[in-house]
């Protein structure tokens, strides 16, 4: 630039200031102020509003108690992996990432940044870090070893809904039911009325409120009704998920490769409007735990649609049959496999209303005959060889049929009295309690079964001919109750018991099948209580054990009204475990034995120890006490002690841990 033109710029900025100043001298000084006030408040309004607006939050916060799988979830959003192993941290697993179902997506993809709290119980305050922060909440619960657990679950639940950072955002909140691949998992229903019903005994309580919320006196719910999920100010959704854990053996792993192409089945769970952020929450449902082949991505915002790494269609567009040529290269056996198993699970997962049924699937409500038998392989149905069993005492039996069968660990106690409808008296109950004592110390034996004569009574109770105001009175005229010493036998029998019902089991019959640890009925049995109607009651395990059973509305019912229920309406009551046909019965029983066989005999000892403890008292805890102490012989601690007694030597105790 020369200085001309530099020169008649200076001349031209000068008259600009000089305009400008001619102008402001012109306005009045009160309409100059008022200018420069306004515009000072202009900001400062903006300012305001920019300081008090609340950002949309990202962060979703995963919390449930420890072992659920939130640490699964959460590395399985972050990178897809399969997390191996369990991590239970003292602090949480917090980073900002773009989910992984979403990294193919094309166009700008915003991060979410997702917080695993740890689920240990001294670790909750944590929780309070996030909640003011977050957009939403999942809280995720184990379907599997949800019953032990429900109690933990439901004042750690109450404790979230309950916050007053959580009520007053209305931060919405997911409950995941993890782990339903597994046979023993629980439905989302199932889960979600337990909780339910936890949280409303908590509401009355007020138990499970923390200090803050005391203050705030806020409870959930509305007053007089029943707790449930929708009563809530925020949003609470129920959905499921699996996830794999854990390393699988080389071995395992072999020998499931054959079954890879047809076993991986993976699923996708939309879960969106988290507040004015929408997230996409990819669950991976690994419905066969030992696979890893690709994902192949499909959302829809209403319900879940199943895929297949080789069929790359929808569920609704199955083939019909097996054998057709989209199946090439696949196995008819194993076609059937994925037919079943897609149609168990798409059953199970998506509404009722969208669903398609091909014609080529076969139901299997559970999946038990897909992936349980596969592992551990089906057991035999037949009916074996039974052989005749006599006791110690080398007596003859004569009004039960004792029997063991010829190479398994099953023991069969019939009684024999057909023509009294098997209606026990003191010898019969002598001899059931003789046969019971042997199976008990035949160590052969794993499971009892027992049962009635024919298929026209399981038992009738006692014979009413030989009562007297004793009792029941034996050949010597002494009177006893001796059903009552039979009764406490079979309760602590640490060995399972399974009533064989068919036909009548009613009065101090329906009560035997009671105190037994599970019953098979056949569809013909007839249940119920008479004592009332030939003046007699039990006061013990019949009125206790129904009560426990069926509800004590149901149980006053059958003992006042003595009326008889069907097999079906036993089952739903919870008196039974199953009915099958009748000619059904003694195979489906003996299955169900060698189910059992099959499995830990301690742990199974342990079991009906622990489930009797509660309801046998100061007797209850007796037994799972001795047993508790039978299993501590057998360790290398508790033999310590013994060795050092008979060596003359001080113990040394010191290589054992003390385990928290």
Known sequence: MDEKNLENLKIQLQQLHNDAHEFVQSIPPTQLYSAIGVFIFTIWFFLIIRLFKRRASNTIVLTGLSGSGKTVLFYQLRDGSSHQGTVTSMEPNEETF????????????????????PGHSRLKPKLDEFLPHAAGIVFVVDAVEFLPNVRAASEYLYDILTKASVVKRKIPLLLLCNKVDKVTAHTKDFIRKQ???????????????SSADIANE??????????????????????????????????????????????????????????????FMAIVYYHWQYCNLAPITYFNKSYLICYTPFFHFPISTLP???????MAGISAEAAKAVHRRMFAVSRHLIPESNHT?????????????????????????????????????????????????????????????????????????????????????????????LTGKGTKAFCSGGDQALRSKDGYVDYD???????????????????????MVAGYAVGGGHV???????TIAADNAVFGQTGPKVGSFDAGYGASIMSRLVGPKRAREMWYMTRFYNANEAEKMGLVNTVVPLEKLEEETVKWCREILRNSPMAVRLCKAAINAADDGHAGLQQIGGDATLLFYGTEEGNEGKDAYLERRKPDFSKFPRLP
């Open 477 to 499: 005229n002494f009177g006893r109750l001796n059903v009552l010493d039979l009764q406490v036998q079979i309760r602590r029998l640490p060995k399972p018991v399974i009533a």
């Open 195 to 209: 909780l339910e019903k936890e949280i409303d005994k908590l509401r009355a309580s007020r138990t499970a409120l």
């Open 357 to 449: 049924h091909c014609l080529g699937m076969s139901a299997c409500s559970s999946g038990f005959d897909d992936t349980y038998h596969r592992v551990h392989g089906a057991v035999p149905a037949h009916i074996p060889p039974w052989k005749p069993a006599i006791d110690d005492s080398g007596k003859d039996f004569a009004d039960i049929i004792y029997e063991k069968a010829v190479g398994e660990g099953i023991a069969k106690i019939t009684i024999n009295r057909p023509e009294r409808r098997n209606a026990f008296r003191p010898e019969t109950v002598k001899e059931l309690i003789r046969a019971f004592n042997d199976a008990r110390d035949d160590n052969s034996i794993g499971v009892i079964i």
């Open 218 to 279: 806020y409870s959930l719910g509305v007053p007089g009704e029943a707790f449930a999920f929708h009563q809530c100010v925020n949003k609470i959704s129920v959905a499921e998920a699996s996830g794999s854990t854990g390393v699988k053996s080389a071995e395992m792993r072999a020998r499931r490769a054959k079954f890879n192409r047809t076993d991986n089945i993976l699923m996708y769970h939309l879960i969106s409007s988290f507040s004015n952020y929408r997230i």
């Open 98 to 117: 773009v989910l992984h179902s979403e990294t193919t997506k094309k166009g700008k993809v915003k991060p979410v940044h997702i917080v695993d709290v």
């Open 512 to 518: 035997l099948q009671m105190v037994c640890d599970l």
């Open 320 to 326: 019909i049959s097996p054998t057709e040529s989209s």
